[in-house]
């Protein structure tokens, strides 16, 4: 969290240099670049949980409480992003282990917005469930940002939980009063009718209505014949009609728990049913909500491997990237070949849902990609190097594979996701790498071809991360290197090594 306070402290100083002076000089665009790196090596240590109550940040079950926005503070970056986050009306912020830096500095350019409206949209005709879906914009809209590692919410909606669709009132007024059995069963078939003629209509509001009502009654009524009309309204909007009308409620919903709650009643039914809405949504926010009501509902994983071999390059990677959402890990063998497809979209999608499955089988033919001609499969191939899982008769992957694509390596994003990953590797020949890599030669000082700042920090933190206090002879070293942001990096890991 400082790390990402940090990146947007820096973010907003960037944007009031360009709009008083023009345009923001280098050494504030580096500051940007560097928190983003620092921020990335966070993410790579592990899931991040934000929770915003009032002045208060839950991080992951610790609280941090600010009394105001110019409060004193020990960390004053944390204190303003508090503060941001409370303007911008913030409920929460889930960070996934190993996000992209892309997807890290989309959400610190959201944070470092002076309010949601002034945050930047996204059209891209292309945009996927995994990538990023809106900012703000639809009150009804709970989530203010979503890409396949960052979720931002909104702070929860203030609703009456009994205050129903007012059409057809009389119906709903009537279950909402009923106290008897019979009561009870005359109102739900009143709801019947109702659902019948609106599904004639296509109104797919009253349908959900009406959902919402029998699911909240189910929730409170005993057991008895009561129950079992109730029971048996339910079952009626699972009928393909209604079903399909619920389905289209599902992106502007502000219950949406409730509606995935019934759907999953219907089974493969519901999850086919949502599918199809994915298939031909055109706008993120309708993406992104068949797409979670998938993966929540859980079923119907042999649909998708028949999708993985649709001829459209969208159907396949949604489906891959269902799959690799849902766990569904004997799904790795058939999506393996789709690694060499030619479109980067779908070895992307493939690529990601391998790196959630986990399976031996998808990191070690992650590791093969590590020369792929796009720069995000290479990133998560080097992620792969770094995990348990992968490893060929007990062994992890060798490095010197890694090493040598490091070289090449013209990206700064994958190369420096290659370094952490030889810090996971932790083998003897990653760290003499990595110390190379740290510690220039006389040779390379003399000559003056040391490499540049933010590569010597990197690898210097991935020694610490392969060997930890071993390093401190090497952090020592460099205390006063000649570089002043890898002595001020030295300065920061030793004093977290020895508090």
Request: with cysteine; glycine share 8%; net charge neutral.
């Amino acid at each position: 969290m400082r790390a990402l306070a940090l990146l947007v402290d820096r973010l907003t100083n960037l944007a009031a240099m360009a709009s008083t002076a023009g345009a923001p000089d280098d050494t504030a665009v580096m500051a940007v670049r560097d928190a983003l790196r620092q921020l990335a090596a966070r993410s790579r240590e592990g899931p991040m949980l934000c929770r915003v109550r009032n002045n208060t940040l839950d991080i992951d079950g610790t609280a941090l409480t600010v009394s105001s926005a110019r409060a004193t503070s020990n960390d004053a970056a944390i204190t303003r992003l508090t503060h941001r986050v409370n303007v911008l009306g913030i409920g929460s912020i889930t960070v996934r282990e190993g996000a992209a830096p892309g997807e890290l500095l989309t959400l610190a350019r959201l944070l470092a917005q002076q309010s949601v409206s002034d945050a930047p949209r996204s059209s891209s005709e292309s945009e996927t469930p995994t990538m990023v879906a809106a900012f703000g914009g639809d009150p009804l809209a709970n989530e203010m940002l979503r890409t396949w590692s960052v979720l931002v919410t909104r702070a929860a909606l203030v609703r009456d939980d009994e205050t129903m669709i007012s059409t057809p009132g009389s119906a709903l007024a009537k279950l909402a009063a009923a106290r008897t059995d019979d009561a009870t069963i005359g109102a739900v078939r009143m709801l019947t009718d109702v659902v019948n003629e609106a599904q004639l209509r296509g109104d797919a509001v009253v349908i959900e209505g009406v959902a919402r009502a029998l699911m909240a009654r189910l929730r409170v009524i005993g057991s008895g014949v009561g129950r079992v009309a109730i029971e048996g309204g339910i079952r009626r909007l699972l009928r393909p009609g209604a079903l399909d009308l619920l389905a289209r409620c599902l992106p502007r919903s502000t219950d949406r728990g409730t509606l995935l709650q019934l759907m999953a009643r219907a089974g493969d039914a519901g999850v086919e049913t949502l599918i199809g809405h994915l298939l031909i949504a055109d706008d993120a926010i309708g993406r992104r909500a068949f797409f979670d009501g998938i993966v929540a509902i859980d079923v119907g994983s042999l649909m998708l491997f028949e999708l993985l071999r649709d001829s459209r390059w969208y159907v396949v990677r949604n489906a891959a990237a269902l799959l690799g959402e849902m766990g569904v890990e004997h799904a790795d063998v058939a999506m393996l070949p789709l690694l060499a497809h030619t479109d980067d979209r779908i070895r992307i999608a493939v690529a990601r849902a391998l790196m959630r499955l986990r399976t031996p089988k998808a990191l070690q033919a992650l590791h093969a990609k590590i020369d792929d001609t796009t720069a995000e499969v290479r990133r998560l191939s080097a992620a792969a190097f770094g995990l348990a899982g992968g490893a060929v008769g007990g062994l992890r992957p060798p490095a010197a594979r890694l090493s040598a694509a490091l070289e090449r390596e013209a990206d700064e994003d994958v190369a420096l996701e290659m370094l952490a990953a030889l810090g996971r590797l932790g083998s003897a020949d990653a760290v003499q790498r990595l110390l190379r890599i740290a510690v220039p030669t006389s040779q390379e000082l003399a000559a003056g071809s040391q490499r540049d700042s933010w590569v010597r920090v990197a690898a210097l933190e991935a020694l610490v991360r392969a060997r930890g206090h071993a390093m401190l002879v090497v952090i020592e070293t460099l205390l006063t290197d000649a570089d002043a942001e890898v002595a001020g990096a030295a300065v920061r890991l030793r004093d977290i090594l020895t508090p």
